[in-house]
């Protein structure tokens, strides 16, 4: 991995010293067995001293090297997940942002822990199990053949065929949790941000019902996935079982039998903790090669206001987000989305944004500055104090000042950064405005003032909630579970049998 290219010696001290700590673990096991053969023919107490002081320097030794082992391994991915991170958020923040907020912070945390995982627990691990296995099995040839070919056979079985058996099985239960847990999301924030459509269409019940019914697939999904892993378990125990039978039927020095068996249970140890994780490694390295490939720049904007024939969903998810989506805007034209949250609307808009356009986005960001700072976006757009005024007093915001100072969005008001934006927008003097939710969180007389302002633009297109002036807009689409279900004009309004117009006509006698 690219990523891991200046921890690589911290690696490879790692793996050696996670190697020497599991061969030490052998040997202390080895010698307590060998010890217990020897102890029965009265052997001079200074071989029993010998052999009871090799065994504690053993585990002293063991111990600093697992600790070295455990610093090296977790120093070199914390750094490596450190860049990779800081890479991808980079990356995420300057090309047009194809995930939403709650989706961006799931990925920075889950995917991140993903990795974490596949280096800690999984690739070190796994090459350090293999390499203890492998050398035992070797060292085994120098007591008997048999022994070979009985660790060698539990070896294949444990690091190969039962992985190999479960590995189906567990991607697949992965793959159902993960489609499950982006549906319970989309509901859950469809009942969120929603709740007043659902209430009017009087679907709240069903989509509690389905969130309720979600969380519990979602239970019994993570079961599953526990049980898998305690049936990997229990065939390896009762391999273990038979390797050691075998062992005592195949042995004949009686004097190195416990030693044998000892060291068995020793490998056996070693090997079974990683048995989970070779079944999984394949799919962990695709979330690596996934978050890899997602630092790579793309295109940050298209170049006109069109998407034809549009399907899309977010990385990683099961479910398509836009659905066979037809769009063009043309220079002059209004538009205006409408539908259900959840249904696509915001993500439709992401497609749309080109470089003329000015955007108002869902969720609004003000910076450490002043007032005036955040306006005119640190003097990018040149205005005077006057015109800042205005605005300010045309919105009703003159308990605000120019020079008062802004440490976080959180210190104004959601309606207040929807006014103050609209006025960064303004100032930017172009033509085509893209807005997400620009009366939300006003009062009826904000609400009409900012769209005494929208309406002005030659361009528009505008995701609302807000049905009280779709006649003022050339074109009305209505999107529903990611799919435009139909677009009508001004005059389409009139229609009785036009979903748009019931829509509309239920709004208006709330």
Same mark, same amino acid.
């Given at each position: 991995?690219?990523?891991?290219?200046?921890?690589?010696?911290?690696?490879?001290?790692?793996?050696?010293?996670?190697?020497? !700590?599991?061969?030490?673990?052998?040997?202390?096991?080895?010698? !307590?067995?060998?010890?217990?053969?020897?102890?029965?023919?009265?052997?001079?107490?200074?071989?029993?001293?010998?052999?009871?002081?090799?065994?504690?320097?053993?585990?002293?030794?063991?111990?600093?090297?697992?600790?070295?082992?455990?610093?090296?391994?977790?120093?070199?991915?914390?750094?490596?997940?450190?860049?990779?991170?800081?890479?991808? %958020?980079?990356?995420?923040?300057?090309?047009?942002?194809?995930?939403?907020? +709650?989706?961006?912070?799931?990925?920075?945390?889950?995917?991140?822990?993903?990795?974490?995982?596949?280096? =800690?627990?999984?690739?070190?691990?796994? *090459?350090?199990?293999?390499?203890? #296995?492998?050398?035992?099995?070797?060292?085994?040839?120098?007591?008997?053949?048999?022994?070979?070919?009985?660790?060698?056979?539990?070896?294949?079985?444990?690091?190969?065929?039962?992985?190999?058996?479960?590995?189906?099985?567990?991607?697949?239960?992965?793959?159902?949790?993960?489609?499950?847990?982006?549906?319970?999301?989309?509901?859950?924030?469809?009942? *969120?941000?929603?709740?007043?459509?659902?209430?009017?269409?009087?679907?709240?019940?069903?989509?509690?019902?389905?969130?309720?019914?979600?969380?519990?697939?979602?239970?019994?999904?993570?079961?599953?996935?526990?049980?898998?892993?305690?049936?990997?378990?229990?065939? #390896?125990?009762?391999?273990?079982? @038979?390797?050691?039978?075998?062992?005592?039927?195949?042995?004949?020095?009686?004097?190195?039998?416990?030693?044998?068996?000892?060291?068995?249970?020793?490998?056996? /140890?070693?090997?079974?903790?990683?048995?989970?994780? *070779?079944?999984?490694?394949?799919?962990?390295?695709?979330?690596?090669?996934?978050?890899?490939?997602?630092?790579?720049?793309?295109?940050?904007?298209?170049?006109?206001?069109?998407?034809?024939?549009?399907?899309?969903?977010? /990385?990683?998810?099961?479910?398509?987000?836009?659905?066979? +989506?037809?769009?063009? @805007?043309?220079?002059?034209?209004?538009?205006?989305?409408?539908?259900?949250?959840?249904?696509?609307?915001?993500?439709?808009?992401?497609?749309?944004?080109?470089?003329?356009?000015?955007?108002?986005?869902?969720? %609004?960001?003000?910076?450490?500055?002043?007032?005036?700072?955040?306006?005119?976006?640190?003097?990018?757009?040149?205005?005077?104090?006057?015109?800042?005024?205005?605005?300010? /007093?045309?919105?009703?915001?003159?308990?605000?000042?120019?020079?008062?100072?802004?440490?976080?969005?959180?210190? @104004?008001?959601?309606?207040?950064?929807?006014? %103050?934006?609209? =006025?960064?927008?303004?100032?930017?003097?172009?033509?085509?405005?893209?807005?997400?939710?620009?009366?939300?969180?006003?009062?009826?007389?904000?609400?009409?003032?900012?769209?005494?302002?929208?309406?002005?633009?030659?361009?528009?297109?505008?995701?609302?909630?807000?049905?009280?002036?779709?006649?003022?807009?050339?074109? *009305?689409?209505?999107?529903?579970?990611? /799919?435009? =279900?139909?677009?009508?004009?001004?005059?389409?309004?009139?229609?009785?049998? !036009?979903? +748009?117009?019931?829509?509309?006509?239920?709004? %208006?006698?709330?």
């Amino acid at each position: 991995m690219n990523f891991l290219k200046n921890e690589q010696l911290k690696v490879f001290f790692s793996i050696i010293l996670g190697v020497l !700590s599991g061969l030490v673990g052998v040997l202390i096991f080895g010698l !307590s067995g060998y010890m217990i053969s020897l102890s029965y023919f009265n052997p001079p107490l200074i071989t029993i001293i010998l052999i009871i002081v090799i065994i504690k320097l053993s585990g002293m030794s063991k111990g600093v090297f697992k600790y070295f082992e455990r610093l090296y391994s977790h120093e070199a991915t914390f750094q490596m997940i450190n860049r990779l991170r800081v890479g991808f %958020l980079r990356e995420t923040l300057t090309r047009r942002n194809n995930m939403r907020d +709650v989706r961006l912070i799931e990925k920075l945390n889950q995917y991140f822990d993903e990795i974490e995982n596949y280096y =800690i627990r999984m690739i070190y691990p796994i *090459i350090t199990a293999i390499t203890i #296995a492998l050398i035992i099995t070797l060292l085994s040839l120098y007591i008997d053949i048999k022994l070979l070919i009985i660790l060698s056979l539990f070896s294949l079985f444990v690091l190969l065929f039962i992985p190999v058996l479960f590995k189906r099985r567990s991607t697949k239960l992965y793959d159902e949790k993960e489609s499950t847990e982006s549906e319970l999301y989309l509901n859950i924030y469809g009942l *969120i941000y929603g709740y007043s459509d659902l209430f009017i269409n009087k679907e709240v019940e069903e989509k509690r019902n389905k969130i309720k019914a979600l969380i519990e697939e979602h239970a019994k999904l993570n079961k599953s996935r526990q049980d898998a892993v305690s049936y990997i378990k229990m065939y #390896a125990q009762i391999l273990q079982i @038979i390797g050691i039978a075998l062992i005592i039927m195949y042995t004949n020095d009686v004097l190195l039998l416990p030693m044998i068996i000892l060291i068995f249970i020793n490998v056996v /140890e070693v090997l079974i903790p990683v048995m989970q994780p *070779i079944s999984e490694v394949q799919r962990v390295r695709n979330t690596v090669n996934m978050l890899e490939a997602s630092t790579e720049s793309k295109e940050i904007f298209n170049n006109n206001l069109a998407v034809e024939n549009l399907t899309y969903r977010y /990385e990683n998810s099961k479910r398509d987000v836009l659905k066979n +989506v037809t769009l063009n @805007i043309n220079e002059g034209e209004k538009h205006v989305i409408i539908g259900p949250s959840g249904s696509g609307k915001s993500t439709l808009l992401h497609q749309l944004i080109t470089k003329d356009s000015s955007v108002m986005p869902q969720f %609004l960001d003000f910076y450490n500055g002043t007032l005036e700072d955040n306006l005119t976006m640190f003097g990018k757009n040149d205005v005077d104090h006057h015109t800042l005024n205005d605005y300010l /007093e045309y919105f009703e915001l003159k308990s605000l000042k120019l020079d008062d100072y802004i440490f976080s969005s959180a210190q @104004i008001s959601a309606g207040e950064r929807k006014r %103050l934006h609209a =006025i960064r927008m303004s100032l930017e003097h172009k033509s085509t405005w893209i807005m997400d939710e620009p009366t939300a969180h006003l009062n009826e007389k904000l609400r009409e003032k900012m769209w005494q302002l929208i309406l002005k633009k030659e361009t528009l297109i505008v995701v609302t909630h807000d049905f009280s002036h779709l006649e003022s807009f050339d074109y *009305i689409h209505y999107l529903k579970d990611g /799919e435009i =279900i139909e677009t009508v004009t001004r005059e389409g309004l009139k229609s009785k049998t !036009s979903k +748009v117009a019931l829509i509309q006509q239920g709004f %208006l006698q709330q």
